[in-house]
């Protein structure tokens, strides 16, 4: 909806009414972080995290934190301000976790509790069917003494897989007293692709009422029902209809006959003659005609060739699942669509099955059925009755008028 997650989350913070935060980067998304704005009655400081894992991060954060208690949250997780306010307030133990309860397995770290949720230790995903209770730790971490805790962490911080999580169970081993607090509100985690939907969603339903820009073109015969924006610059052409709650980014061009439901566009997006966008979310500078895109997500610079379709829903409409680092995943979706990175060409007729994944600067030839992941950088072409998978000379290049002269 036209700005960085990190900014609703500072947005957050100050109607929460808290008024410094300290922001861990690493040195890769520092400047992209910095580049975002700091909403008024906040003081945000930045930090490098040298290393991996929650622990190194918790550590870069110590010089600029005194021993007030401090809660420490996951950058990206999406925390509803229901989930967040029970912590604001002192609570009975030294260290208090964020849980969520889970009927099923979720690759996440599972706390060992009584049945006061007194926490005894943490099992970092322990797989399915040994889950020491049904709770899993949420990262919204208070720390009644953090300069106590640092001690801890210090020892075992440089492990990246589960170092932050063995400070805490030897904290508790010392005798310091640890309980889980139930997230009353709605918890979000982004761990894969798909989950960009779901935090979606909850996004959209902040948009009350329909709020259009004084300067968007309006053509005839077009239907706008329910909460919709609609910003600066964008024309919207005879044939539309648009169900909210939607935003669309501005100097976006809705094409006539299109229908566009629950979804998020960008900035600077063409839906040409014809297209249906469904409960999707698509970056900047994105250009469809004809096509059909459920369930998705899209990076920037994406185009679609006339025709190509992203099919969400499987023939037995059970659930789908996706590949990860080469195994199956289940995404306990029945509805998904594809999952496509930025700078990515997509040629004409293209079907694309439900769940994969296409990597940034890739090209698809027209006329083939994708059902498999595309690694990012490749060129896919019919070969034989299969795919060529080879490297994509065009990745460099940023905008349609480079991609052409490249070609």
């Known amino acids: 909806m036209g700005k960085p997650l990190l900014l609703w989350k500072l947005e957050q913070l100050v109607r929460l009414g808290i008024e410094r935060c300290i922001i861990v980067c690493s040195r890769n998304n520092e400047k ?33 934190i005194g021993n007030d208690p401090m809660i420490i949250l996951n950058g990206s997780d999406w925390y509803d301000d229901a989930s967040l306010e029970p912590f604001l307030t002192a609570g009975k133990q030294e260290i208090l976790l964020g849980a969520v309860r889970m009927d099923s397995y979720f690759p996440g770290g599972y706390l060992v509790v009584d049945d006061t949720l007194a926490v005894s230790g943490i ?11 049904p709770w899993v730790r949420v990262v919204i971490d208070r720390i009644e003494h953090p300069q106590k805790f640092f001690s801890y962490v210090e020892k075992t911080g440089d492990n990246p897989a589960a ?63 329910g909460p919709i924006i609609i910003e600066a610059g964008v024309r919207i052409f005879e044939g539309v209809k648009i169900v909210g709650p939607t935003y669309i980014g501005k100097n976006t061009i809705v094409g006539n006959n ?9 900035d600077n997006c063409v839906t040409g003659f014809s297209s249906d966008i469904t409960r999707s979310v698509i970056g900047n500078g994105c250009w469809f005609h004809t096509n059909y895109v459920g369930d998705s997500v ?23 699942s996706a590949s990860v680092k080469g195994e199956r995943t ?3 979706k029945n509805k998904l669509g594809s999952l496509i990175g930025k700078n990515v060409r997509i040629g004409v007729n293209v079907s694309i099955m439900p769940g994969i994944c296409i990597g940034s600067g890739s090209f698809i030839s027209s006329g083939l059925t994708i059902t498999q992941n595309i690694p990012a950088d490749s060129f896919v072409k019919f070969h034989e009755q299969t795919f060529d998978i080879v490297p994509n000379t065009c990745n460099e290049t940023k905008s349609r008028e480079e991609f052409a002269k490249k070609l």
């Open 298 to 320: 899209l990076d920037k610079n994406v185009s679609m060739g006339s025709g190509a379709v992203c099919a969400n829903l499987r023939l037995d409409d059970g659930c789908i």
């Open 123 to 133: 099992i970092e995903k322990p797989g399915a069917g040994k889950e020491p209770s």
């Open 32 to 64: 992209t972080i910095k580049d975002v704005t700091v909403p008024h009655g906040l003081e945000a400081v930045y930090v490098c995290q040298e290393g991996e894992g929650q622990g190194n991060g918790v550590l870069a954060a110590k010089p600029h």
């Open 258 to 266: 299109t229908m566009i439901r629950e979804s998020i566009l960008g």
């Open 330 to 332: 289940c995404t306990s």
């Open 163 to 225: 170092g932050y999580e063995q400070a805490i169970t030897e904290a508790i081993s010392d005798g310091i007293s640890c309980g889980a607090l139930a997230v009353s509100g709605i918890w979000l985690p982004i761990k894969y692709p798909w989950h960009i939907l779901a935090v979606a969603r909850e996004a959209l339903k902040t948009i009350t009422g329909q709020s259009i820009a004084p300067d968007v073109q309006i053509k005839k015969d077009v239907i706008l029902e």
